[in-house]
């Protein structure tokens, strides 16, 4: 079965130093995941999706994610954190042949300091 | 803009009293969830529609029912609610199941229980 696991439950960083948020995945497939991010009392917002195409996903607001077979890894990353970007992130694995249920991480909530 | 729309935001409800949630989507899509997700938690699928056809998880409470009279809309009904029913509840679309197909989530209701 897949599982998702993201490294740091916060992460703190300074306005426009760089952001990276860990996630480690288990799948016996070539599998679809997705980067979501949710601010605080809102729903959840794609911000970029792999489906075994080009290894380096680009995807919303600057952020772009690099799907590593040999490390079993897709991490996040934005090379300049915004105030805007303080929210959880939550790293998610579809799950094989289950009509497309989403399998969370637990998430990472990012802060963001001016 | 097409999206996903969750009416009411804000739903306070007392104990035992039942209450619906509702969703509507202007996507067309053919397959809408239902997650709940309590505070500080990745959420949790409750189920969901793949055109008519209702797909229960396995430890979703009978307490939780479903109702897509149509495409557009998703009834989330809370027949007695508890306690620790107080949640947000999400609702989400996507085109069709499958890994490769992203969901689109609506804004949530926040649903407290006196």
């Known amino acids: 079965a897949q599982s998702v696991t993201q490294l740091d439950s916060h992460v703190s960083v300074s306005e426009g130093t760089p952001v990276l948020l860990r996630c480690n995945y288990s799948?016996?497939?070539?599998?679809?995941l997705f980067w979501y991010v949710q601010h605080p009392n809102k729903g959840l917002q794609l911000l970029l999706k792999?489906?075994?195409?080009?290894?380096l996903v680009k995807g919303i607001n600057g952020f772009e994610a690099e799907f590593k077979k040999s490390e079993t890894s897709f991490h996040l990353t934005k090379p300049s954190a915004h105030m805007s970007d303080a929210a959880e992130y939550f790293c998610?694995?579809?799950?094989?042949?289950?009509?497309?249920?989403?399998?969370f991480g637990q998430g990472t909530e990012l802060s963001v300091k001016p | 803009d097409a999206m996903v729309i969750q009416n009411p935001r804000y739903q306070v409800t007392q104990f035992g009293k039942p209450v619906t949630l509702s969703c509507s989507q202007t996507?067309?899509?053919?397959?809408m969830y239902w997650y709940q997700q309590k505070s500080s938690q990745a959420p949790k699928l409750l189920f969901h529609?793949?055109?008519?056809?209702?797909?229960n998880e396995a430890d979703t409470p009978d307490n939780f029912q479903s109702r897509r009279p149509n495409t557009s809309f998703c009834f989330l009904d809370i027949r007695s609610p508890g306690l620790g029913d107080a949640a947000m509840y999400l609702c989400?679309?996507?085109?069709?199941?499958?890994?490769?197909?992203?969901?689109?989530f609506g804004p949530g209701t926040r649903l407290t229980v006196t």
């Open positions: 792999y489906t075994s195409a080009a290894t």
């Open positions: 799948s016996s497939y070539s599998p679809s």
């Open positions: 989400a679309t996507s085109r069709d199941r499958g890994d490769s197909y992203e969901q689109y």
């Open positions: 996507l067309n899509h053919n397959v």
């Open positions: 998610v694995v579809s799950e094989e042949n289950q009509g497309g249920k989403l399998i």
């Open positions: 529609y793949y055109d008519k056809d209702f797909n």
